[in-house]
T-cell receptor
Framework: KAGVTQTPRYLIKTRGQQVTLSCSPI?????VSWYQQTPGQGLQFLFEYFSETQRNKGNFPGRFSGRQFSNSRSEMNVSTLELGDSALYLCASSSDRGHGQYFGPGTRLTVT | AQTVTQSQPEMSVQEAETVTLSCTYDTSESDYYLFWYKQPPSRQMILVIRQEAYKQQNATENRFSVNFQKAAKSFSLKISDSQLGDAAMYFC??????????FGTGTRLTIIP
């Protein structure tokens, strides 16, 4: 099976702009989670979607939003970008909570 | 809320030796799962090993094994015959029910040739 794919892999945006990141899970996986990873804050959970419904949400401002489509593909959107949003954004999919999450290669977002 | 603690920010081991990474977690639930993830310099997070809390037997995956002490809420990872490719950041994680996966702060493992 193909792994989790994320597009784009690298992105440079300017403060105030918005960005949309995409994640395609492993075939058959219905859960998709998003994480932000920075050197200072470590790995922080953004949200999890399961069958198109948001199942869990982290402590991020409303500028961060996501959605999941009927084919389980997911997108996350960040509006009004700030310098502090520069990070590696990781997407992970799973078939079952006990089987673990499988991660994509990440999207590195740089905000200038 | 779940908490996962990794008290060793950095560790090093000689190639071919054995190293153990520590992890403790805190939950009063009985239905939970524990995981170890590896993140090499490429930044790709890789699932190394998983453990169901209801299983007494420690999980093993090739050179990787865990020591699961349920009463002590301890979940350490043992890497045998360490190889240069094992150099990475290792994260311990737990999941209770359908709650989010909670990660520890990680342990950076260096392999000394």
């Amino acid at each position: 099976k193909a792994g989790v794919t994320q597009t784009p892999r690298y992105l440079i945006k300017t403060r105030g702009q918005q960005v949309t990141l995409s994640c395609s899970p492993i075939s058959g996986h219905r859960s998709v989670s998003w994480y932000q990873q920075t050197p200072g804050q470590g790995l922080q959970f953004l949200f999890e979607y399961f069958s198109e419904t948001q199942r869990n949400k982290g402590n991020f401002p409303g500028r961060f939003s996501g959605r999941q489509f009927s084919n389980s593909r997911s997108e996350m959107n960040v509006s009004t970008l700030e310098l502090g949003d520069s990070a590696l954004y990781l997407c992970a999919s799973s078939s079952d909570r006990g089987h673990g999450q499988y991660f994509g290669p990440g999207t590195r977002l740089t905000v200038t | 809320a779940q908490t996962v603690t990794q008290s060793q920010p950095e560790m090093s081991v000689q190639e071919a030796e054995t190293v153990t990474l520590s992890c403790t977690y805190d939950t009063s639930e009985s239905d939970y799962y524990l995981f170890w993830y590896k993140q090499p310099p490429s930044r790709q997070m890789i699932l190394v090993i998983r453990q169901e809390a209801y299983k007494q037997q420690n999980a093993t995956e090739n050179r990787f094994s865990v020591n699961f002490q349920k009463a002590a809420k301890s979940f350490s990872l043992k890497i045998s015959d360490s190889q240069l490719g094992d150099a990475a950041m290792y994260f311990c994680a737990s999941r209770i029910g359908n709650e989010k996966l909670t990660f520890g702060t990680g342990t950076r493992l260096t392999i000394i040739p």
